[in-house]
């Protein structure tokens, strides 16, 4: 395979690497996660087991930074800031391509808007010493062995994957925004259903209280007269037609909010209950996920989702035990 000048890799070399390393950068993510919250996720934005993110910070270490790779120290720094640079830009991007932001180190010391922080600038030095120093030589002879033609296979077959699954998670990323606006909507919608009901209401027990306070202060001959009037209406069949028919009316508007507020309710309940895989691997994968413009129907979303996790790890574990006690009596 032909070298590409001042890179000292060809495209073939470079590829592998890349898989390599984005695979290794997986099992890592996996195994932190998991010491974090006790049970695993499929970390990364890909479904496949790759975090690309990890490829080209690997690529970009082994290729730049080679004249020092025998260094400790200037190698530490040099890829500590390369890394740390490398995050944030790729944090800035796909806060602004998806409308999302899918890490936060806010929890962390001196960091910088949560997109990156020293803790784990110190970890990437750390790591890329690692990688530069002792793993990759054994990486590139391993790729040296490779037979050229399983090798351009492995490259074929890699590549359609991840750009099936590249469109798959955007995809996915797409559902999860529409089912935020939605959610977001609907809220507003209930609110201002909400909010319109109660003005009029607050506006009438005002308006009632403002007359009741004026027929029970008011002591002149006029107010008596008007007191009669009215007492004399109540009494009559016309007042009770008229009475009955404002109850009426006020009923019928009463009730059509009523009905419109649940219709919204039932539709609320519907969007935000729904289950969909691709979009629950997201926001597992990453549980510091937050929306820009809908964060507090993100929030909502994740509460709704852990909540049906749960009812459906229980449901299992019913179904297991069940099975069990059928099983044990069987037995006997």
């Known amino acids: 395979m032909e070298i590409i000048p001042y890179l000292e890799y060809s495209l073939y070399e470079m590829f592998h690497m890349f898989i390599f390393w984005s695979f290794v950068g997986w099992c890592i993510e996996v195994c932190w996660m998991t010491l974090e919250t006790g049970e695993y996720q499929n970390r990364g934005f890909l479904n496949m087991p790759i975090c690309p993110i990890y490829g ?5 270490v082994v290729i730049f930074f080679r004249p020092i790779s025998h260094t400790f120290f200037p190698l530490f720094i040099t890829t500590g800031l390369l890394c740390t640079t490398f ?38 030095g750390l790591g890329c010493v690692l990688v530069v120093r002792i793993v990759h030589p054994t990486v590139e002879m391993i ?14 077959i890699w590549s359609v994957l991840i750009v099936i699954d590249l469109i798959s998670s955007i995809c996915a990323v797409n559902k999860l925004n529409n089912r935020l606006k939605q ?49 004399h209406i109540i009494a009559g069949k016309d007042g009770e037609s008229r009475f009955a028919e404002i109850r009426q009316k006020y009923g019928r508007i009463v009730d059509a909010a009523d009905f419109k507020v649940s219709e919204w309710k039932e539709k609320y309940e519907k969007v935000i209950g729904a289950r969909d895989r691709s979009v629950e691997r997201l926001i597992k994968a990453f549980p510091q996920l937050r929306s820009i413009s809908y964060s ?3 929030d909502t979303l994740k509460k709704k989702l852990s909540e049906l996790s749960i009812r459906s790890k229980k449901g299992k574990n019913t179904d297991e035990n069940d099975e069990t006690d059928i099983s044990g009596q069987d037995d006997e």
């Not at 944090?91 to 806010?106: H, I, N, P, Q, T």
């Open 183 to 231: 959610i977001d909507e609907i809220s507003k919608v209930m609110l201002l259903s909400a909010v319109k009901i109660g003005e009029n209401l607050a506006e009438k027990t005002l308006e009632t209280k403002e007359k009741y306070d004026k027929i029970i202060e008011a002591k002149d001959a006029k107010t008596q007269e008007w007191r009669e009037r009215y007492e």
């Open 87 to 124: 995050e944030l830009l790729v944090g800035l991007g796909m806060e602004k391509l998806f409308g999302a932001r899918w890490w936060d180190y806010s929890h962390e010391k001196f960091n910088y808007k949560g997109y990156i922080c020293p803790k784990i600038s110190i970890l990437w």
């Open 296 to 298: 507090e129907s993100m």
């Open 56 to 60: 080209f910070g690997v690529l970009m």
């Open 143 to 156: 790729i040296d062995h490779i037979p050229v033609k399983v090798g351009l296979g492995l490259i074929v």
